[in-house]
């Protein structure tokens, strides 16, 4: 069974601070994908990571994907309140039978202050 | 225009009844998705249609089943409800292997 393993899992951080969340996953998978949700609302997709070594960025955020050693990292730069929000890392892993649904990590709860 | 829409956004309901929720994409995909997070967040397949087919079906119960009259719909019934069936329903798309959009959510409260 695929396990998606975030942490931490709550992350108090000052503005302007720098800091990383973490993304495992136990099973060999070249997809990966980061979202955001706000209090409330639905899922925002941040970033798709479709191959080893694969790194996008947005504005503050970056994202990276390590296939070998199972990993994906989010970092958050100069962080702003505005960035406050819940973000989960999902794993798509495709049997060969057609859709596979994606299986979500715990969800990092990130609270930004002043 | 709303890429992935469900209603009703919210819906609460007593013990026993029979409930549906419906989901529409307009965005062409072939493969639609349910997903249930529940009051910690989590958040956990339960469904994936593609091209009208029922792919995986995860161990959810068989109150609940999933109808697609065709691919930009699928339906979530549910039948006999209960206290745990509380929780955000999300539907989703996406092309074959891509990447997933997801609609706005029905919040379900069984009193």
């Known amino acids: 069974e695929l396990k998606v393993e975030q942490n931490p899992l709550f992350l108090s951080m000052q503005e302007g601070k720098n800091y990383t969340i973490y993304c495992n996953y136990s099973t060999t998978s070249d997809r990966l994908y980061w979202y955001r949700q706000d209090p409330g609302k639905s899922l925002e997709s941040l970033f798709v990571?479709?191959?080893?070594?694969a790194v996008k960025q947005e504005g503050r955020l970056m994202a990276s994907l390590d296939t070998k050693a199972r990993l994906s990292t989010l970092h958050i730069t100069a962080a702003v309140h505005d960035l406050s929000a819940t973000y989960f890392c999902a794993v798509d892993v495709y049997s060969g039978g057609g859709a596979d649904g994606l299986t979500f990590g715990k969800g990092t709860h990130l609270i930004i202050q002043p | 225009d709303t890429a992935v829409s469900q209603t009703p956004k919210y819906l609460v309901t007593q013990m026993g009844n029979d409930k549906s929720i419906k989901c529409e994409q307009n965005l062409g995909h072939d493969t639609m998705y349910w997903y249930k997070q529940d009051s910690k967040k989590f958040l956990k397949i339960m469904f994936s249609y593609n091209n009208k087919e029922l792919i995986i079906n995860e161990t959810v119960p068989n109150r609940f089943s999933p109808k697609s009259p065709d691919k930009a719909h699928l339906n979530l019934h549910i039948n006999s409800l209960e206290l745990g069936d509380s929780a955000v329903y999300f539907c989703?798309?996406?092309?074959?292997?891509?990447?997933?959009?997801f609609g706005p959510g029905t919040r379900l409260t069984v009193l």
């Open positions: 990571l479709l191959s080893n070594g």
């Open positions: 989703a798309s996406s092309p074959r292997r891509g990447e997933q959009f």
